[in-house]
Structures are given as structure tokens and as C-alpha cells.
């Protein structure tokens, strides 16, 4: 057979294509690079997920340090053989009955738990229905299930109820069906229409699996969540899933939903049966931290406000902001260049905050992404609004 001339020859780099995919990245403004963070910064942060305040919170760092002392720095194994204490059996039974489900199960991250959820729950010919706006792991969550993908535009029950009559005229639609969606999109932090998305899956059978991971200790009462806010916690049809490295100040993922549910994730699920199970020092942190929130339900209505008072006075400065349904607060930048040198004088002004650029902006948008954390004083909510006003590009 003729050599194909395409064909890498012998002593050619196999990975020269990466230099050119670098200096593409770099003619676009979408380079990204590691920043390593102290231990301890000056910078007021606005950057992270921690919506609470909690990940350095006395209760939380030493429930994290007692659980690394008592049960070891790792789980030694996967939850099915070493890897399952009696610490991660506690904060499921705990998590479960706060948010209101049957039962729960906790995996090491919030993108492993979309994964297990998403494709132990579907199949080859059946459907998943999903919004355009989802997070990374329910896109790749569809991509791995071999299902039948229908991706509906962002926030529209009506286009998931013709999605799911469509399905119906397919001839090897087998019936089962699961729309996905987050309940707060990470990127503009608006929320998903939930009971209109129930609403649709309830006329045709199908199941309802919402991403809480931005909802869970800022929506709800005392922050049970988006699903609890709607009233859908618990029931039948419903599967939740969620991280335990946002509000809960730890590290870790979980889904919650029906007992047969978790049951049938512990037995197909591989991203839970084939990972190393949750480090005891992340499960007994985020299980402080949910004892915290349970305490101290007020926290929840704290972020809310911040946020709600960030997006006041940043529009009322000028600029363009995305009105928060719970602790996102997004503020468009012109470019991705000017996103990257904004954020980067706010950091020089003392203030770090989140950049996001194509390709993790579904429409190309380029944004300052900010945290309405729920301990920040009105004196640091001042020094934010200052430094973010007075950096921001002028086109």
C-alpha cells in the first residue's frame, strides 16, 4: 500500500500541531495560564466559588483536619471497596435530608457526579433534552451517554416540550427521556425556568436532572437549593446533582434523587464505581460547612443581597450587568482582550475577580465574572464597585 504523504515522517515532532494551536490561541486573546495563589493575599476576592465564606471558616478547616487525622490524608480506594467511611455515609444521610431528597451520593467532584447522573440515566435510543446554556460536564455528560441529544435554546420550556414531542415520531425512540439544565448558569448567573422545564417533562414521561452546584446555600430556604425553591425537591421524577466545592467550602460532588436512583448510580455509574472515593478531609469539611448553613440560614440571604447590590451599582456606574438570580454577578467586557487587561488592572487595584472568554462563553461574550460572596463587609462590597468602575475600559 502507497505511504500516505500526510503521514508524520520519522524524527518529526508528532506534537508540532500544538504550536500552531498555541499561536492561534494567542492571535484570539484566549491563552490561559496556571496562577499559582498564596496561602495569604491582600486581594479581595471576587473570584472564587466560595459563596458563603466557609472554605476558611474555624468549623470547616478543623472538622477537615480531623477527618484527615482520623481517617487518613485519602480514601485508599474506590467507595464500592476501601473508599467509603462512615463520614461520607453521614453527609449523604445529612445533605439528603437538608435539601430534601431521599437519598444522596457523594463522588470526589461536582463534574464526576454529572457525569454518573447523566449517563446512568440514559441510554442508547432514548433522548436527552438539553439547555444550550449547561455547564461543560452535562455537555459532556449527553456526549458520553450515546444518547440522543436535542439541544433546546437557553431558558425555553416550550422549545423542551417540542423537543419531546419530536421524539416521539423517531422510530428507535424507545421512550425514555431526561432534560438537563442547570438551575443557575455559571456564566450570566440567571436562573433556569424549573417549573416550566417539570411542567414539560411531566407531560411526557420524562425525568427532570437539574445541576444545583450554583444554587445549593444561596437559593432556598436556608439555602436548600433551586429545586427546593421550586418546590420539586423530593419528588419522584426529580434528580439533583451538585458540588460540595461552591457554598460548602470543600471539595467533592454529589447526586441526589430517589433511593432506586442512587441505588441503580452505585451500580452503573463508572465515574463512582471505577474513582477513588472523596478524601475524608473534603467530606468532613463540607459536612461542618452544611452544619454551619443549617445553623446559620441567614448566610443564604446575605449572598443574595451582595449580589443584588453589586449589579445596582455597577449598572448604575455605566456598565452592563446581568441582573443575579443568586450569587453570579456578570459584567460584559468589549473584548477578550479587554476582559484579560480588566481584570488584570482590577488585581493591580487589589481586587481579583474571574475572567471568562470564548471557548467557556457559549455566545462568544467575553465577562468579569463576580462572586457575591456572603460574608463580605459593605466596606469591601465599596473597595469592589471602586476599583471595578474605575478600571473598566473605556470601548
Same mark, same amino acid.
Given at each position: 500500500? $502507497?505511504?500516505?504523504?500526510?503521514?508524520?515522517? $520519522?524524527?518529526?515532532? $508528532?506534537?508540532?500541531?500544538?504550536?500552531?494551536?498555541?499561536?492561534?490561541?494567542?492571535?484570539?486573546?484566549?491563552?490561559?495560564?496556571?496562577?499559582?495563589?498564596?496561602?495569604?493575599?491582600?486581594?479581595?476576592?471576587? *473570584?472564587? &466559588?466560595?459563596?458563603?465564606?466557609?472554605?476558611?471558616?474555624?468549623?470547616?478547616?478543623?472538622?477537615?483536619?480531623?477527618? =484527615?487525622?482520623?481517617?487518613?490524608?485519602?480514601?485508599?480506594?474506590?467507595?464500592?471497596?476501601?473508599?467509603?467511611?462512615?463520614?461520607?455515609?453521614?453527609?449523604?444521610?445529612?445533605?439528603?435530608? +437538608?435539601?430534601?431528597?431521599?437519598?444522596?451520593?457523594?463522588?470526589?467532584?461536582? +463534574?464526576? *457526579?454529572?457525569?454518573?447522573?447523566?449517563?446512568?440515566?440514559?441510554?442508547?435510543?432514548?433522548?436527552?433534552?438539553?439547555?444550550?446554556? &449547561?455547564?461543560?460536564?452535562?455537555?459532556?455528560?449527553?456526549?458520553?451517554?450515546?444518547?440522543?441529544?436535542?439541544?433546546?435554546?437557553?431558558?425555553?420550556?416550550?422549545?423542551?416540550?417540542? *423537543?419531546?414531542?419530536?421524539?416521539?415520531?423517531?422510530?428507535?425512540?424507545?421512550?425514555?427521556?431526561?432534560?438537563?439544565?442547570?438551575?443557575?448558569?455559571?456564566?450570566?448567573?440567571?436562573?433556569?425556568?424549573?417549573?416550566? +422545564?417539570?411542567?414539560?417533562?411531566?407531560?411526557?414521561?420524562?425525568?427532570?436532572?437539574?445541576?444545583?452546584?450554583?444554587?445549593?446555600?444561596?437559593?432556598?430556604?436556608?439555602?436548600?437549593?433551586?429545586?427546593?425553591?421550586?418546590?420539586?425537591?423530593?419528588?419522584?421524577?426529580?434528580?439533583?446533582?451538585?458540588?460540595?466545592?461552591?457554598?460548602?467550602?470543600?471539595?467533592?460532588?454529589?447526586?441526589?434523587?430517589?433511593?432506586?436512583?442512587?441505588?441503580?448510580?452505585? &451500580?452503573?455509574?463508572?465515574?463512582?464505581?471505577?474513582?477513588?472515593?472523596?478524601?475524608?478531609?473534603?467530606?468532613?469539611?463540607?459536612?461542618?460547612?452544611?452544619?454551619?448553613?443549617?445553623?446559620? $440560614?441567614?448566610?443564604?440571604?446575605? =449572598?443574595?443581597?451582595?449580589?443584588?447590590?453589586?449589579?445596582?451599582?455597577?449598572?448604575?456606574?455605566?456598565?452592563?450587568?446581568?441582573?443575579?438570580?443568586?450569587?453570579?454577578?456578570?459584567?460584559?467586557?468589549?473584548?477578550?482582550? *479587554?476582559?484579560?487587561?480588566?481584570?488584570?488592572?482590577?488585581?493591580?487595584?487589589?481586587?481579583?475577580?474571574?475572567?471568562?472568554?470564548?471557548?467557556?462563553?457559549?455566545?462568544?461574550?467575553?465577562?468579569?465574572?463576580?462572586?457575591?460572596?456572603?460574608?463580605?463587609?459593605?466596606?469591601?462590597?465599596?473597595?469592589?464597585?471602586?476599583?471595578?468602575?474605575?478600571?473598566?475600559?473605556?470601548?
Amino acid at each position: 500500500m $502507497p505511504a500516505d504523504p500526510a503521514a508524520a515522517q $520519522p524524527g518529526t515532532d $508528532p506534537f508540532a500541531w500544538i504550536d500552531e494551536a498555541r499561536e492561534r490561541r494567542r492571535s484570539a486573546g484566549l491563552v490561559r495560564t496556571l496562577n499559582p495563589r498564596p496561602a495569604d493575599s491582600d486581594l479581595l476576592d471576587l *473570584a472564587s &466559588n466560595d459563596y458563603l465564606g466557609l472554605a476558611r471558616h474555624p468549623e470547616v478547616t478543623r472538622a477537615a483536619a480531623a477527618a =484527615a487525622h482520623r481517617w487518613g490524608a485519602g480514601a485508599t480506594g474506590s467507595r464500592l471497596v476501601t473508599g467509603t467511611t462512615e463520614l461520607h455515609a453521614q453527609l449523604e444521610g445529612e445533605l439528603a435530608e +437538608y435539601c430534601g431528597f431521599e437519598a444522596a451520593l457523594v463522588l470526589s467532584s461536582g +463534574y464526576a *457526579a454529572n457525569l454518573a447522573a447523566v449517563t446512568a440515566l440514559t441510554a442508547p435510543g432514548s433522548l436527552v433534552v438539553s439547555d444550550a446554556g &449547561n455547564h461543560a460536564s452535562l455537555i459532556d455528560g449527553c456526549r458520553l451517554s450515546r444518547a440522543r441529544t436535542a439541544v433546546v435554546p437557553h431558558g425555553d420550556p416550550e422549545a423542551v416540550h417540542k *423537543a419531546l414531542d419530536a421524539a416521539h415520531a423517531e422510530p428507535d425512540y424507545e421512550g425514555r427521556a431526561v432534560v438537563v439544565s442547570d438551575s443557575v448558569f455559571s456564566v450570566d448567573g440567571d436562573s433556569a425556568p424549573l417549573a416550566g +422545564y417539570a411542567t414539560a417533562c411531566r407531560a411526557h414521561g420524562a425525568a427532570l436532572l437539574v445541576d444545583d452546584a450554583h444554587g445549593l446555600g444561596v437559593l432556598g430556604e436556608g439555602g436548600r437549593g433551586a429545586l427546593h425553591a421550586a418546590g420539586l425537591a423530593g419528588d419522584r421524577d426529580v434528580v439533583a446533582t451538585m458540588t460540595l466545592s461552591k457554598s460548602l467550602g470543600s471539595q467533592g460532588g454529589a447526586v441526589l434523587g430517589p433511593a432506586k436512583v442512587i441505588e441503580h448510580l452505585v &451500580n452503573t455509574a463508572r465515574t463512582f464505581i471505577f474513582d477513588t472515593g472523596l478524601a475524608p478531609a473534603a467530606a468532613g469539611g463540607a459536612l461542618a460547612a452544611l452544619r454551619l448553613l443549617r445553623r446559620e $440560614p441567614q448566610r443564604a440571604d446575605r =449572598a443574595r443581597a451582595v449580589a443584588r447590590e453589586l449589579h445596582r451599582r455597577l449598572t448604575a456606574g455605566g456598565l452592563s450587568a446581568v441582573l443575579p438570580d443568586a450569587a453570579v454577578v456578570s459584567v460584559r467586557a468589549p473584548s477578550p482582550e *479587554a476582559a484579560v487587561r480588566w481584570a488584570a488592572d482590577c488585581r493591580a487595584a487589589g481586587l481579583r475577580v474571574g475572567c471568562f472568554r470564548p471557548p467557556s462563553v457559549p455566545d462568544g461574550i467575553s465577562r468579569l465574572r463576580l462572586t457575591a460572596r456572603g460574608d463580605l463587609t459593605d466596606r469591601q462590597i465599596d473597595e469592589a464597585v471602586g476599583a471595578i468602575l474605575s478600571t473598566a475600559p473605556t470601548a
